[in-house]
């Protein structure tokens, strides 16, 4: 087993004024002057203690993993994930429980941490190496490989103090992994940097994998943990919530994460969704009231403005739970504010990344033929066929119109509807965001 980690909680003691510092300290040692049983000792523990609360951020976490195996670690800011890996890495006692790591130990846990911002790259290349116990006859050996990853040229022989953040990833990382470590923890560090260099971290990554390295990663970016780890772990609030294929735990990560209701300590729903009214599964199959998104952006009017975004099935209702293979429309109504030449309604489906998958425009970019006066009120419709795989989606709406000689938005809202998408009674064996109905399969070589 490369990690152990047994019933592992963290507390962290909240003062509630900095001289409680140094009075609850003096009252629980005034305290133990006493006998056990008697009540002046009690007192002076009760006066003790309430003049600080702990906070848990962990709470019993428990796992093992294997070794060669590449867990990812998913939550929600404060939900415990650095706390952990720090408890793993060395860096931070628990309160209670214990860890057991097996083996050589690379940690990016902190963006320059282990570095002496006094000292020039190549310096803390070998200081940092030989905290890890690494030979310096090692270290000059490798060092070459070591530069070349980093690819911060001249800036080698500079003060860490003067790098940019990029620069500081690349030489952490390009130290870290470079040493052959047979565990690797990497905690948000691949967000940092252009995305030619998280490409060379990831093909690194992957090196370590094949070479046996049982790697724990912390990333909000669902998708690395997708395509990196064999497993992933969810935390809740100090609490593992799920721990499975990565496919299931990002799935309950990201309902957990757009979801209106609010979960409890124990990670189980504390309050009833959908303005107090108890959510049948009839309902769910098409609209569920927790599906709101969070990240909608309205840009100022200019001319138009957009009204109601949804998407509805073929009888007019309105879902937000699609499934693959069926019709839908999205729709939304526009109200023009100010006379408008060569206008046309835009709509655009994205992943929960970002990433464009499919748009369309009821008119050619600044075609004249549809020029709505002042006050003139219309609902735009966009029939489509659910090609989605199953995940999680947003919708963004757009009315442009020439402005000037120039194409512009009248109106614009980025993430204006959200969607999820089930998948049909088939099994689907689409690998991506768009599921072509592709139809794989294996043909015997009869040569």
Not at 191 to 219: H, M, T, Y
Not at 303 to 323: F, M
Not at 340 to 355: D, E, P, Q, R, V
Request: hydrophobic letters at 40%.
């Amino acid at each position: 087993m490369a990690i152990s980690v047994q019933n592992i909680s963290k507390a962290y003691r909240i003062w509630e004024s900095p001289s409680d510092r140094v009075i609850a300290p003096l009252l629980s040692r005034l305290g133990t002057l006493f006998p056990p049983t008697s009540r002046a000792r009690e007192y002076l523990e009760h006066k003790a203690v309430s003049r600080y609360r702990d906070f848990w951020a962990l709470q019993n976490a428990n796992f093992d993993i294997r070794r060669g195996e590449s867990v990812g670690i998913l939550g929600r800011n404060g939900s415990g994930k650095s706390t952990l890996l720090q408890i793993i890495a060395g860096t931070l006692r628990p309160s209670t429980g214990s860890v057991h790591v097996a083996g050589r130990v690379a940690a990016l846990l902190e963006l320059g941490s282990g570095f002496n911002p006094e000292f020039t790259g190549r310096e803390n290349v070998f200081i940092n190496a030989s905290v890890l116990g690494v030979p310096p006859s090692d270290i000059s050996a490798r060092f070459e490989d070591i530069a070349k990853f980093a690819d911060i040229g001249d800036f080698i022989d500079q003060p860490v103090k003067i790098y940019s953040s990029g620069m500081l990833m690349r030489l952490a990382f390009a130290v870290q992994t470079a040493l052959e470590p047979e565990v690797l923890i990497v905690d948000e560090a691949l967000s940092v940097g252009d995305e030619a260099f998280s490409r060379k971290c990831f093909a690194q990554i992957e090196k370590l994998q094949k070479a046996g390295c049982s790697i724990l990663l912390v990333s909000h970016d669902a998708s690395s943990v997708i395509s990196i780890c064999t497993r992933a772990i969810l935390l809740e609030k100090g609490k593992t919530i799920c721990d499975g294929t990565p496919r299931e735990v990002v799935a309950e990560y990201r309902r957990r994460l757009h979801s209106s209701t609010v979960f409890g300590r124990d990670g189980t729903a504390a309050t009833p969704a959908g303005n107090g009214r108890a959510v049948t599964a009839n309902d769910r199959s098409r609209f569920d009231p927790d599906i709101i998104s969070k990240t909608r952006l309205e840009y100022e009017s200019n001319g138009a403005v957009i009204h109601d975004p949804r998407i509805v099935d073929l009888d007019g209702n309105t879902v937000n739970i699609l499934t693959q293979g069926n019709d839908y429309v999205y729709t939304y109504q526009v109200e023009f504010t100010k006379a408008a030449i060569g206008a046309s309604c835009a709509m655009l489906f994205k992943t929960i990344h970002g990433f464009e998958l499919a748009g369309a425009v009821t008119h050619p970019a600044g075609c004249s033929d549809w020029d709505p006066p002042t006050g003139f009120k219309c609902v735009a419709k966009f029939h489509f066929t659910c090609r989605l795989a199953p995940g999680v989606y947003f919708c963004n709406a757009g009315v442009e119109a020439l402005i000037g000689d120039q194409l512009g938005y009248l109106h614009r809202v980025v993430d204006a509807f959200m969607f999820r998408v089930l998948p049909a009674t088939r099994p689907t064996t689409a690998t991506a965001a768009v599921d072509l109905l592709i139809s794989p399969c294996v043909v015997a070589n009869t040569n």
